[in-house]
């Protein structure tokens, strides 16, 4: 049985930094794409940061317009975790992060529909 355990969301100021994680059980990271998404109240769910299997050649790293130089995904193979360090959030940063992971594709992309794993999601709240 796959599940995903998102952590680390919170209330930060503007300007702060969290660092998400997203472990992993029943399934091994590497083999797959993974990603991050949010959704926003009101908003549909967007991708912010998705990065490509370790064991393909492509080793493609997606980000968001809105979140390129403020965020980074890693993986730790050995803890079979994903990571997203967010650095110079923005109120508009606020919604549910939630990571997934796309076991049946090996198709590259970023979109939610390609996701079939998904954690619980975590609240991570910017204020102004």
């Known amino acids: 049985q796959v599940q995903l355990v998102e952590s680390g969301g919170g209330l930060v100021q503007a300007g702060g930094s969290l660092r998400l994680s997203c472990a992993a059980s029943?399934?091994?990271?590497?083999?797959?794409?993974i990603g991050w998404f949010r959704q926003a109240p009101g908003k549909e769910r967007e991708g912010v940061s998705c990065?490509?299997?370790?064991?393909?050649?492509?080793?493609?790293?997606y980000y968001a317009d809105s979140v390129k130089g403020r965020f980074t995904i890693s993986r730790d193979s050995a803890k079979d975790t994903v990571y997203l360090q967010m650095n110079g959030l923005k109120p508009e940063d606020t919604a549910v992060y939630y990571c997934?992971?796309?076991?049946?594709?090996?198709?590259w992309g970023c979109g939610p529909w390609q996701y079939d794993y998904w954690g619980q999601g975590t609240q991570v709240t910017v204020s102004s």
């Open positions: 029943g399934v091994t990271l590497d083999y797959h794409n």
């Open positions: 997934a992971v796309d076991s049946r594709s090996s198709n």
């Open positions: 990065i490509s299997s370790a064991i393909s050649e492509s080793n493609n790293t």
